[in-house]
């Protein structure tokens, strides 16, 4: 099977195009080409008047290395036509018959549920271990704070099974570097769990909420079928760290909060960046941690339509491109970066607070992305030895004092406080919301924005929106609507591992996805999942760690 990259085409090209295109490129006629299928579909929208659809193209000839012989020496060709990469995924290393302590993974989010694949995959039946309950009984507590200003603690937006992105637009495009193609078989997984299959193949794939649920039970079943263990309403409370002789700090087991021990030499930690009660308990038990850089602002709401426009002008509707996004950046004269943050097309904001007396912004849309607002968060880099210096967990500290802070501006019932957009670069507090209608349940309260932010936040925001308004026409709308705080953008902590994928300090310890500071988002948190499983998996089967 050969590939062809960078096939542009029209966006309204008839059905036909792709074919003929890729005959007329390769100089293929009649039976030459067997067959061919659409590997990746992107589109460029630079040029709005004339929004092309680039392709990559797997296809099938009778003598391969003749073609490929035949263009090596081609300026374009040569560069964009090569044989197609086996992507398929294939186990690293295999259970022995007796597995004498099975592995433990902390954590049902998408980190947790591709390591306990993996983990099952090669024969070693992990217990799969959730503070929070089963997603449909946690869809219900998740809404009870949306609707009703209610929040379970232990089962929410962040916690219980599915994790973080449970509610989320379920956007799967990452930057990660992927040599072994491992993201494939993330979305793999993703369609055989009932997401739709388009994900394969187009370059920026989302899933939608209601969808991510019933495929986060689907991929349940699939572990319990192969020998996982899953094991809800039961948080992590302690680790068992034995020290040997040779000064080596090994992990032999957990402790959870009903008081169960659980023995183990290897355990999977995918808890998330808002397991900040466990942070503390594996700080106090002596497990490296150092503080990260993460951002924090406010979630922004525009009419889609407007984002449409602007970025399809008379192309805006079109099936293809869909709800339209976008990705701004504003370097500050303050020195700081203003950039938005998991943008959210169609979409609603939601709060996605896990402690009580906190108010938190988020982002979610459905698979239709059909909901009246755009909204995505705009966030300020921060660092630890400039904004939150001293101690290791010092940045969770920073995020509950501002969570705290937007608690109170937003009333003391989960509102979240918010200001028009207009309001907010005048100075004033806002006292009414204008045409834009936010979408944040329970409800917004207009205030002023500025008395749960730090100053130097607000400063550059203020002076990034007019920025982002040159971008993006309309951005900087009077009626535009801002609702805070947005602090989970990522860990405020890395729980440092080394090349095998141990902590650098515990052995079979094994720190993964977002909350141990190695991915972002849903896919990256996967692929890390899977990293880290393979690493446990060579482990437990004797094998040489991999670099
Ligand atoms: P998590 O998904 O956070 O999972 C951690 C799990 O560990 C949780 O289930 C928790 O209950 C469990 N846990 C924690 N502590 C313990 C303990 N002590 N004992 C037992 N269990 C414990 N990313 C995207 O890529 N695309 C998006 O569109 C997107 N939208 C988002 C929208 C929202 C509203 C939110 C909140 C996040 C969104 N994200 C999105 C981010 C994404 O969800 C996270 O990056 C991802 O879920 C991280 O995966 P993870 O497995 O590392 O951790």
């Keep these: 099977m050969l590939r062809l990259t960078e096939l542009k085409l029209p966006l309204n090209h008839p059905e036909g195009a792709i074919e003929a295109a890729l005959r007329e490129k390769l100089g293929l006629k009649g039976g030459a080409l067997r067959a061919f299928s659409v590997a990746r579909r992107a589109w460029d929208a630079r040029k709005r008047s004339a929004i092309e659809l680039v392709y990559s193209i797997d296809f099938e000839v009778a003598d391969e290395a003749a073609l490929l012989r035949r263009f090596a020496s081609h300026p374009v060709l040569g560069r964009t036509l090569g044989p197609t990469p086996d992507t398929s995924y294939r186990p690293v290393a295999r259970a022995p018959a007796q597995v004498p302590k099975r592995p433990v993974v902390i954590g049902t989010g998408p980190c947790g549920l591709f390591a306990a694949l993996i983990l099952a995959e090669m024969g070693f039946r992990p217990i799969i271990l959730d503070r929070g309950k089963v997603v449909r009984e946690r869809t219900k507590d998740t809404w009870a704070l949306w609707r009703r200003g209610v929040l379970t603690p232990e089962s929410n937006v962040q916690f219980g099974e599915g994790g973080a992105g449970t509610f989320s637009d379920g956007k799967l495009w990452s930057g990660i570097k992927d040599p072994q193609h491992l993201g494939r078989k993330v979305l793999t997984e993703f369609v055989a769990a009932g997401a739709p299959e388009e994900i394969l193949f187009v370059a920026k794939p989302h899933i939608g909420t209601f969808r991510l649920v019933t495929m986060v039970e689907s991929m349940r079943a699939k572990i319990e079928a192969l020998g996982g263990e899953y094991r809800f309403g039961t948080k992590v409370v302690d680790f068992i760290v034995e020290t040997g002789r040779d000064g080596q700090r090994r992990m032999r087991g957990v402790v959870t909060e009903a008081g169960e021990t659980i023995e183990t030499d290897h355990v999977v930690l995918a808890i998330g960046h808002s397991a900040r009660d466990t942070f503390s308990s594996l700080h106090a038990g002596g497990v490296f941690i150092e503080p990260k850089p993460f951002s924090i602002g406010v979630r922004i709401e525009h009419p889609q339509s407007i984002i449409d426009r602007a970025r399809f002008g008379d192309?805006?509707?079109?099936?293809?491109?869909?709800?339209?996004?976008?990705?701004?950046?504003?370097?500050?004269?303050?020195?700081?970066?203003?950039?938005?943050?998991?943008?959210c097309p169609g979409g609603t904001v939601v709060a996605a607070t896990s402690?009580?007396?906190?108010?938190?912004?988020?982002?979610?849309?459905q698979y239709s992305r059909a909901e009246r607002n755009a909204n995505a968060g705009i966030v300020v880099g921060i660092t630890p030895e400039v904004d939150y210096p001293g101690h290791p967990l010092a940045g969770i500290d920073f995020q509950r004092h501002w969570e705290e802070r937007a608690f109170v501006a937003g009333g003391g019932t989960y509102a979240a406080p918010g200001q028009r957009v207009g309001d907010f670069l005048a100075g004033r507090p806002s006292t009414s919301l204008g045409a834009v209608i936010p979408s944040y349940k329970p409800g917004v309260t207009p205030t002023d924005l500025s008395l749960c932010l730090p100053d130097f936040v607000v400063a550059a925001i203020r002076e990034a929106l007019p920025a982002f308004g040159r971008t993006i026409r309309g951005f900087d709308m009077e009626d535009a609507v801002m609702t805070g705080v947005e602090t989970r953008t990522s860990s405020p902590i890395r729980i440092r591992r080394d090349a095998t994928m141990r902590s650098i300090n515990t052995l079979g310890l094994y720190p993964a996805g977002e909350g141990a500071g190695y991915a972002g988002g849903i896919f990256s948190a996967g692929v890390d999942g899977i990293r880290v499983a393979e690493a446990v998996g060579r482990d437990m089967a004797g094998m040489a760690a991999a670099a």
């Design 355 to 365: 402690e009580p007396g906190r108010v938190v912004t988020n982002g979610m849309s």
């Design 315 to 343: 192309f805006a509707g079109n099936p293809i491109l869909g709800a339209a996004d976008y990705k701004l950046v504003h370097h500050c004269n303050n020195g700081r970066s203003v950039y938005s943050f998991c943008m």
